[in-house]
């Protein structure tokens, strides 16, 4: 059994085919659905298919809904990968952490 697109000459292999665009597409819309109208990418320094397929689904929603794709006004990130969300979800709590000792106007 192989899971991703790939495709093996003379070779029958049962395989299951995600539908990364798809996904990140629904990703985009749910968010949007939330009042998110300016997002942001991360993105691995990696352009193997799941990843641009990722970034393919990502653009079109993006370019459908007419949302803003801006990462330094972002009110939602979507993150390519598990690694790069949980380093955002760190990088917010120490920030957070340290917004907590400035002085309010």
Known sequence: MHIGQREV??????CIVPDYPSAAERIVQE????GHRRFGYLREDNDVEPYVDRRAGYRAAIERSGARDDL?????VVAESERLAEELRKALA??????????RA
């Open 94 to 103: 120490v920030s957070f952490r340290s917004d907590q000792h400035l002085p």
């Open 31 to 34: 968010l949007g659905d939330r």
């Open 9 to 14: 000459p003379d070779a029958e292999i049962p």
């Open 72 to 76: 330094a006004t972002a009110t939602a």
